[in-house]
């Protein structure tokens, strides 16, 4: 059983820019097995009810402006997977989640940019399935549970986002390797409790109970993705950090792996 992956992935510039999130990604493909094929669940698409993509061979969102024009050059135009999106939708149809199937959207920067540095080739199928901000974390909490069952077939859950990410703080000029400020501190450190103890019930809750959460998140679709990956792994789900950096002083990029705990026989 493959784990699940939260990554966050930073700006667009981490396909570009020398850090450690970056040269972390880099190694990425080799700390999991190699999936038959990639879901990511990607802060950059939002809709009213869950839909998943279904292209027959991925094209590549450059949805951002004003970066350099060596950027914008960059494609992942990895294979599509109508199969395996006909069947994600179908899980979560059976879970009580209307979906609808999307055969025309290609791959946004949350999805691209982390499997460029971690799968180069572009060989593995991927799809993404769109985000409900509106719903908070429970309903992402379902979403992931209702996909599951994907995992045995082969199939890498990822969810893309930022585990901390308040941009208003950006004003340019700022160092990459700043020091991380004390509220990004407190919140990341009571996150990272939280998922070591498996305490999903607190994190569903931490816009209430995190430190500085609605800074650190003034809107949620960066932490969501953490809730599908959540999902997906399962109540007795083992985590382990593998990935910790900071980026100008605020932007956390925190990697989590969740496994399945093994049963005794």
Not at 127 to 148: D, E, K, T, Y
Not at 181 to 200: E, H, K, L, Q, R
Not at 215 to 227: D, G, K, Q, S
Request: charged fraction near 15%.
């Amino acid at each position: 059983m493959l784990p699940t992956l939260y990554i966050s992935h930073g700006s667009p510039m981490t396909a570009v820019m020398e850090s450690p999130a970056r040269h972390f990604l880099q190694t990425l493909g080799g700390l999991v097995p190699r999936p038959k094929a990639i879901l990511v669940a990607s802060a950059h698409w939002d809709t009213e009810s869950p839909t998943v993509t279904s292209p027959a061979r991925n094209t590549t969102i450059h949805d951002f402006y004003g970066f350099p024009p060596a950027l914008y050059a960059l494609r992942y135009n990895a294979p599509g997977a109508p199969e395996l999106a006909r069947e994600a939708a179908n899980l979560l149809e059976q879970h009580g989640l209307n979906c609808r199937i999307d055969h025309e959207r290609g791959l946004d920067h949350g999805a691209w940019v982390p499997l460029l540095l971690a799968y180069p080739e572009a060989d593995i199928p991927v799809l993404q399935v769109s985000l409900q901000s509106h719903g908070g974390p429970r309903h992402h909490l379902a979403v992931g549970a209702a996909l599951a069952p994907l995992r045995a077939a082969g199939v890498l859950i990822i969810g893309s986002g930022s585990f901390t990410h308040d941009l208003r703080r950006f004003r340019g000029g700022e160092a990459l390797d700043a020091p991380e400020t004390p509220d990004v501190t407190a919140f990341s450190a009571w996150m990272d409790a939280a998922i070591c103890a498996g305490d999903i019930e607190s994190l569903a809750d931490y816009r209430g109970l995190a430190p500085y959460a609605a800074a650190e998140h003034p809107t949620e679709e960066h932490l969501l993705p953490l809730f599908v990956a959540l999902g997906a792994a399962g109540k007795s789900m083992i985590p382990t950090r593998l990935h910790q950096s900071t980026e100008f002083g605020f932007l956390r990029m925190d990697t989590y792996a969740f496994v399945e705990r093994v049963k005794a026989a």
